[in-house]
């Protein structure tokens, strides 16, 4: 049986993958906000919905995907719920990587009630933690809720679930 060289090294000599090879998921975490959120301030406010990762690569790629269940008691004026995602590298300031324009009714008295999901992929560059956290706002000042569906919150009158976020690590690539 003739013994295989990868590139005439052998098998001990090869201590890399091939670059380009990438993308398999190194990590998973989850988290679920299982609680109600609301505001009505036009600037945004923390969900309390929050989760670090520490990449194990400077080459990974953090996917993001969330998934928020909401509403808004739309007065007569217009009104619209916005969420944005933020991340918090181990001793920095926060930055806004993603904006997930919410819904919205105008004209008339009225109640909105809907999900508002999104994926995005974040290149962190270090392999100190990362802490990704969600805020909120209303548009014009009435009440926005995220959360999960509470007989006593008139505005979360539907069968809304938890809202949720997870955030992956990704192998890095070219």
């Not at 052998?10 to 998973?28: C, M």
């Not at 194990?56 to 008691?73: E, M, P, R, V, Y």
């Not at 719920?81 to 919410?102: D, E, H």
């Not at 392999?127 to 706002?137: E, H, P, W």
């Amino acid at each position: 049986m003739a013994i295989i060289k990868p590139n005439n090294n052998t098998i001990s000599a090869i201590t890399a993958l091939p670059a380009g090879v990438g993308g398999k998921v190194l990590q998973v975490l989850n988290v679920v906000n299982s609680t109600q959120s609301s505001t009505t301030s036009t600037s945004y406010t923390d969900l309390g919905m929050s989760l670090a990762i520490t990449p194990s690569a400077t080459s990974s790629k953090i996917l993001i995907q969330i998934n928020l269940n909401g509403s808004f008691l739309n007065t007569g004026s217009s009104e619209a719920l916005y969420t944005r995602l933020q991340v918090t590298p181990s001793g920095g300031s926060a930055s806004t990587i993603a904006v997930y324009n919410g819904y919205g009714l105008s004209g008339q008295a009225n109640q909105g009630v809907g999900t508002i999901s999104g994926s995005t992929l974040h290149s962190a560059n270090s392999t100190s933690a990362q802490t990704y956290k969600i805020q909120f706002r209303s548009l014009n000042g009435n009440a926005v809720v995220l959360g999960t569906n509470n007989s006593s919150n008139a505005l979360l009158s539907d069968n809304s679930t938890n809202s949720m976020m997870t955030l992956m690590e990704i192998a890095g690539w070219l």
